[in-house]
T-cell receptor, first 112, second 114 residues
């Protein structure tokens, strides 16, 4: 079966711009979580969506937002980009809490 | 809140030898402990997990042990091969009512020397 698909794979944006990243989970998975990965900070939890509702949220500023559609696909948006937002953004899907995650390959965002 | 410490940050072993990565957690209520392997340019991949009602789980060359009393769990890789070179992450679950998350270790870079 198809894995978790994240688009685009690479993105270069300018400070102050906004960006939208997309994630298509494994068919049947209703939970989608987003993570930011940087060399110094490891895997940082952004938020989790389940059945179109944000169920959990990490400690990121309001510039980071997301949503989930009825087909479980999810998007995350970062507004007013800062240089420090440069990172690998990972999406993970699962059946639900207490189950293993399947990660996508990520979107590499570079802010210049 | 939950904190997961992972050691070592880098581990270099000779091909064929065993590798052990250890994680400690702070929340005694944690009950799910997965291990992920991340290769260069890819997302983390679940390689093995264990729940708190089990002390050990094995899958071919990979095993995970859990000591609930001491609040630590370990990943054991035997007969290491070059393809085992990657970054490994441990995680522990937290469940505070409606807030369920995985708390992640900082990762271990495993280098297999030929």
């Amino acid at each position: 079966k198809a894995g978790v698909t994240q688009t685009p794979r690479y993105l270069i944006k300018t400070r102050g711009q906004q960006v939208t990243l997309s994630c298509s989970p494994i068919s049947g998975h209703r939970s989608v979580s987003w993570y930011q990965q940087t060399p110094g900070q490891g895997l940082q939890f952004l938020f989790e969506y389940f059945s179109e509702t944000q169920r959990n949220k990490g400690n990121f500023p309001g510039r980071f937002s997301g949503r989930q559609f009825s087909n479980s696909r999810s998007e995350m948006n970062v507004s007013t980009l800062e240089l420090g937002d440069s990172a690998l953004y990972l999406c993970a899907s699962s059946f639900g809490q207490g189950n293993g995650y399947t990660f996508g390959s990520g979107t590499r965002l570079t802010v210049v | 809140g939950e904190n997961v410490e992972q050691h070592p940050s880098t581990l270099s072993v000779q091909e064929g030898d065993s590798a052990v990565i250890k994680c400690t957690y702070s929340d005694s209520a944690s009950n799910y402990f997965p291990w992920y392997k991340q290769e260069l340019g890819k997302g983390p991949q679940l390689i093995i997990d264990i729940r708190s009602n089990v002390g050990e789980k094995k899958d071919q060359r990979i095993a995970v042990t859990l000591n609930k009393t001491a609040k630590h769990f370990s990943l054991h890789i035997t007969e290491t091969q070059p393809e085992d070179s990657a970054v490994y992450f441990c995680a522990a679950s937290i469940d505070y009512g409606s807030n369920y998350q995985l708390i992640w270790g900082a990762g271990t870079k495993l280098i297999i020397k030929p």
